[in-house]
T-cell receptor, first 114, second 115 residues
Framework: AQSVAQPEDQVNVAEGNPLTVKCTYS??????LFWYVQYPNRGLQFLLK??????LVKGSYGFEAEFNKSQTSFHLKKPSALVSDSALYFC????????????FGTGTQLKVEL | GAGVSQSPSNKVTEKGKDVELRCDPI?????LYWYRQSLGQGLEFLIY????????KSGLPSDRFSAERTGGSVSTLTIQRTQQEDSAVYLC?????????????FGAGTRLSVL
């Protein structure tokens, strides 16, 4: 069975500093990895995905993530955080034969402060 | 509409009552998913539909939960004899296929409160 771990419930960072939100996964076969963001009282918004190819993928709002197969990780990064990036971030995984069902991590609350 | 639409946005019910939650997917999307987001449980897969195929119900927590998708479009999630532990945000998503590399588009959710 597939699983996703987001080891940090909350990440605090000062505006302008780089941010990292961690994600590790476990899946049989080739993983397809996703990051979603959730703002208060809103649904999940797609940020980026890794399917195949370059390990560094770029997504919306200046976010990027690096796929590391040996470490089974897919950490979300941004070079310079904004206060408006404060939200709940979810990592998710699916795989071929899984019918596109997503397995989510428990989420990481990102707080960017002035 | 341009996105996934869910209704109602909020639902308060009494323990033991039945509730119906509605999802209107993005036009043309053949796959539809229901997830539940609750405190302490994160986001859980409930059920998904793909075209005329039998739905994957593997995530439904009990036989009080059921879902239908009529005409390959709108879906209704029904919870019978609601319990307090059913209180959660129910999210619907749709995608153009069920290929694992296709992203899903989520609605804003229905917040269910069972008193």
């Amino acid at each position: 069975a597939q699983s996703v771990a987001q080891p940090e419930d909350q990440v605090n960072v000062a505006e302008g500093n780089p941010l990292t939100v961690k994600c590790t996964y476990s899946v049989s076969g080739n993983p397809y990895l996703f990051w979603y963001v959730q703002y208060p009282n809103r649904g999940l918004q797609f940020l980026l995905k890794y399917i195949t190819g370059d390990n560094l993928v770029k997504g919306s709002y200046g976010f990027e993530a690096e796929f590391n197969k040996s470490q089974t990780s897919f950490h979300l990064k941004k070079p310079s955080a904004l206060v408006s990036d404060s939200a709940l971030y979810f990592c998710a995984v699916s795989f071929t034969g899984g019918g596109n069902k997503l397995t989510f991590g428990t989420g990481t609350q990102l707080k960017v402060e002035l | 509409g341009a996105g996934v639409s869910q209704s109602p946005s909020n639902k308060v019910t009494e323990k033991g009552k039945d509730v119906e939650l509605r999802c209107d997917p993005i036009s043309g999307h053949t796959a539809l998913y229901w997830y539940r987001q609750s405190l302490g449980q994160g986001l859980e897969f409930l059920i998904y539909f793909q075209g005329n195929s039998a739905p994957d119900k593997s995530g439904l927590p009990s036989d009080r939960f059921s879902a239908e998708r009529t005409g390959g479009s709108v879906s209704t999630l029904t919870i019978q004899r609601t319990q307090q532990e059913d209180s959660a945000v129910y999210l619907c998503a749709s995608s153009s296929t069920t290929q694992a590399q296709v992203g899903q588009y989520f609605g804003a959710g229905t917040r269910l409160s069972v008193l």
